[in-house]
């Protein structure tokens, strides 16, 4: 039963008006927590190390350039609506012509000048930052490495020998953040919660928060249209949890309508200016680093490429599969996985290991002949060098019905000469029962694929769907 009293009518009427006022009273997405083996000082610490390696190793413009001034004033505005611990924001511009943004912990977030380029408005070039930032607020990547060490060291070692030194465990570890690294690479879970955080931080600096979902769909279509490697960087990085647009939506529908802003003048000019620029492309920056003015990312095959015969289980939600002890697993149970020696990966290249991915066919309820075409259409799209030998085989695994290929393409391996050497890559694909492929690349050089092959195998024989 409802009260007419004038006196009940006048706080509801009061009700709304606060409402509509302050935005604030909304509920807002909070920031999940999760095993983390970094203290805050140490998280802006491994950020810092690993910003002042990526100005080396990539050429960010100077403070001084407007773009660049642009981009730290928008950062700054979209930062301060960021909830959770106030990590030390920067933003810097790197100019290269690739789409592609990253955060380090702990603050640092690089844009590239090409996504400053590819933006339509200023809402969507403060999507990709408010997405990149919710990265930071949630500690991703050192929740990921966290995850990794954890896997690597007995729980004992862990709590008592770390203590303080989890950044010189981490480097004994190999665990970097630098140009390239696995632990950029963000899972379908982390990338839903950089979205929903970065919908309410763009809505509360009064961007319009479809259009980072907008703006990704853009890239997703462009990559199909056009097989554009400088797009993949990104969305292998930032991968589609699915229904972003609708996830963003839901979200927004949970605040109060509001106008959003125009584009600003400053956004304006600074468009005008990127237009007229030619940042690098990602070959040019392999040839500058190539040349030693930056470091290369050139493979050196270390002695723990060789696979030892002992097998480590790893059980994703997708499926088991065992691996050689010495090699390690990038990524987790619910994201594309990386199997590798650490000597044989380098600057998001595999030279040596697996790839175990997921791919959903454009038609659904296509045979397992033609996912698998489609899938090596796409693996062909994003590698033109890639050239496929013989036809697709049967495969059996584990009383499931696949298909075997074989490829060749160019080891990110170097000979004396400095020229590529062929690379071997094998590719099967095993349907899963809701229409999707699991599919596994096995990669090494042409010249190593007899020695490597019963590891392969092994792999292969020990892998489950679930
Ligand atoms: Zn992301």
Partial sequence: MKAYSPYSRFLSWMLVVFLATSPCLEARVEPTHGF?????????????????????????????????????????????????????????????????????????????????????????????MSHEISHVVQRHGTRAASKQMGAQLPI???????????????????????????????????????????TDIMYDSGYEPQQMAVFFAKLE????????????????????????????????????????????????????????????????????????????????????????????????????????????????????????????????????GLMIANYQPETSGTNLDNATNELLATIKQSNPEMKQIGRAEVIRVNGVSGKSVDLIGVSPIKDPQGKALAERDWLVTLPRRDGTLLYLIFICPDKDFGSMRPAFEAMLRSTQLR
């Fill in 36 to 128: 983390d083996l970094f203290s805050q000082d140490e998280e802006i610490q491994l950020g810092k190390q690993n910003a002042a390696q990526v100005m080396q190793q990539m050429p960010v413009l100077p403070d001084s350039d407007p773009v660049v001034q642009y981009v730290q004033r928008l950062g700054a505005r979209l930062a301060e609506r960021a909830p959770g611990y106030k990590w030390p924001y920067n933003f810097h511009v790197v100019n290269v012509k690739d789409i592609n943004a990253f955060a380090l912990p702990g603050g640092p977030v690089f844009v590239n000048l090409g996504t400053i380029q590819a933006a339509d408005n200023e809402a969507q070039l403060a999507g990709v």
């Fill in 156 to 198: 004992a070692i862990l709590g008592g020998v770390m203590g303080n030194s989890t950044l010189a465990k981490a480097a004994e570890m190999g665990i970097s953040f630098g140009v390239g690294s696995y632990f950029l690479k963000n899972s379908r879970q982390s990338e839903s919660e950089a979205d929903l955080l970065g």
């Fill in 221 to 352: 279509k462009q990559m199909g249209a056009s097989a554009n490697s400088m797009i993949n960087q990104f969305l292998s990085d930032h991968p589609n949890p699915g229904n972003r647009a609708e996830a963003v939506n839901a979200e927004v529908k949970t605040l109060m309508p509001r106008t959003y802003l125009p584009d600003s003048a400053d956004f304006k000019d600074i468009k005008t200016r990127v237009t007229g620029m030619t940042p690098l492309t990602s070959e040019q920056v392999a040839a500058m680093q190539k040349q030693g003015s930056v470091p290369n990312g050139v493979v050196q095959p270390g002695s723990d490429v060789t696979p030892s015969p002992n097998l480590k289980v790893f059980t994703h939600n997708e499926y088991q599969i065992s691996y050689p002890e010495n090699w390690q697993v990038f990524g987790d149970q619910s994201s594309n996985v990386t199997i590798a020696p650490r000597g044989g990966v380098s600057q998001n290249a595999v030279a040596y």
